[in-house]
Every structure is written in structure tokens, then in C-alpha cells.
């Protein structure tokens, strides 16, 4: 164990002896956690800890996880959330990401992974970055304090969204393709698949509203932000 606090974690679980080794895992690695087994639960204990992050199953005796998560970002709380599930269908993973979801893990996992992954999330969402601000026509990202905004109105992203759209916009009119996207902004995450990047795409311009135009599909190939 790190004698480093990396801040604390809401594990949201419903079975117990799971839950007891990822929180194990996240202890020993610098975490401080806090376990719940419902959906109402995790609610609360969000609002009232705010944890620096959420390891969320997605089947949970009152609600499903999915919802979890669609409350939270109904209420305007961006807080790292990983889905952990027995699921592996790709419609599962794709819902969990619209939804805004940063990560997904499915059962059985390695903890080490897990806790891999709820670090390269808390790393996305502290933006260890290059001090200054980006514009692509009414798109700008202030890098350094993680804010988007579209004609000076703000905008809110996920860790995720923000590196995707940062990442395209380091590179205007250069076409990026979907395996560079996954290895840029999801880094170990190779078998998330291009469709995760389709849909965070999907996701970004939905939010840019009026600056949506700045992100350009190119065929076959990628994407790219222009002007």
C-alpha cells in the first residue's frame, strides 16, 4: 500500500465477497473506498462523499446501474464512473457509454487491471496537460482547467469526451483514425473496439450543439476537427 490517499472510491456491488476484493485491491494501491450494494445507496453516498470516482455494477437489486449513472449526469455530476458487469454484449458496452461512462470492465476481471483502470480514468479526468486554450471555430477548450465551451456557453463532458475532442482539436484538419483515437485517448483499452469511438463521437456532438459541425467524419478512414 502507497502511504499516498488517492482519494476515495464508491464501490457499488451487490455481492459481497467481490466487493471485499476490489476494495482490497483499491486500498493496498492508495484508495480509500467506500462499498454499497444499491443503486438509491450509491446515490446518497455520492452526494454526500464525493468520491473521486465510481465502480458501478450494472445489475443491482433496486436498479440498474445504467440508471445510476443516467441520474447522476441528469444532475449535472461528472464524477469518473466504470461499469462492472457479467454482460459482454457490445449493446450493454454501448449503453454504458452513452450513457457517459468512461470505462467498462466485465466478470471475472483481474483487480490489478481494475485498479489499472480507475487510474488511467482519475488521470483522463485531472488532465495532465499542456497549459493553454484551444479554439476550432466556436469550440474552445481551456486544456489546463478541463473546460469546453460553444460560443461562450459552457459545455459538459466526460474525462473521455474532453481527451477525445482535445486530442482532434492538438490536430486541426489532420484525420485521426479510430485505432489512433483508441490508443491515444483509451490508451490499454485496445479491446474497446472502434464502435466506442462512434459513439463518444456521436456523444461530443450531441453536446457541442451549434459547434458540432467542427468534427468531420471522414468515411472509412477517422475523424477530424476543422474549422
Known amino acids: 500500500m502507497t502511504g499516498q490517499n488517492h482519494g476515495l472510491v464508491l464501490v457499488v456491488e451487490d455481492e459481497r465477497a467481490i466487493a471485499e476484493l476490489v476494495r482490497t485491491y483499491l486500498v493496498r494501491d492508495g484508495f480509500s473506498v467506500i462499498i454499497e450494494s444499491t443503486g438509491q445507496a450509491a446515490l446518497a453516498t455520492v452526494r454526500r462523499h464525493r468520491p473521486v470516482a465510481l465502480i458501478l455494477d450494472v445489475v443491482l437489486p433496486d436498479m440498474e446501474g445504467t ?113 489512433d483515437l483508441l490508443a491515444a485517448v483509451w490508451g490499454h483499452r485496445s479491446d474497446a473496439g472502434t464502435r466506442t469511438v462512434d459513439v463518444h463521437i456521436a456523444q461530443l456532438r450531441a453536446k457541442l450543439g451549434r459547434g458540432a459541425g467542427v468534427i468531420r467524419t471522414v468515411r472509412g478512414v477517422g475523424y477530424s476537427v476543422e474549422e
Not at 471475472?108 to 483522463?124: C, G, H, Q, T, Y
Open 67 to 179: 440508471e445510476v449513472c443516467r441520474r447522476l449526469r441528469g444532475e449535472q455530476n461528472w464524477t469518473p464512473v466504470l461499469f462492472l458487469t457479467a454482460r459482454d454484449e457490445e449493446v450493454d458496452r454501448l449503453l454504458g457509454l452513452e450513457l457517459g461512462a468512461d470505462d467498462y470492465v466485465t466478470k471475472p476481471f483481474s483487480p490489478r487491471e481494475l485498479v489499472a483502470r480507475v487510474r488511467a480514468v482519475l488521470r483522463r479526468a485531472s488532465g495532465a496537460v499542456a497549459e493553454e486554450i484551444r479554439r476550432v471555430g466556436p469550440v474552445t477548450a481551456d486544456v489546463p482547467r478541463r473546460r469546453v465551451s460553444v460560443e461562450d456557453g459552457p459545455v459538459e463532458l466526460t474525462a473521455t469526451e474532453f481527451d477525445l475532442l482535445t486530442h482532434l482539436m492538438e490536430r486541426p484538419g489532420r484525420v485521426c483514425t479510430r485505432s
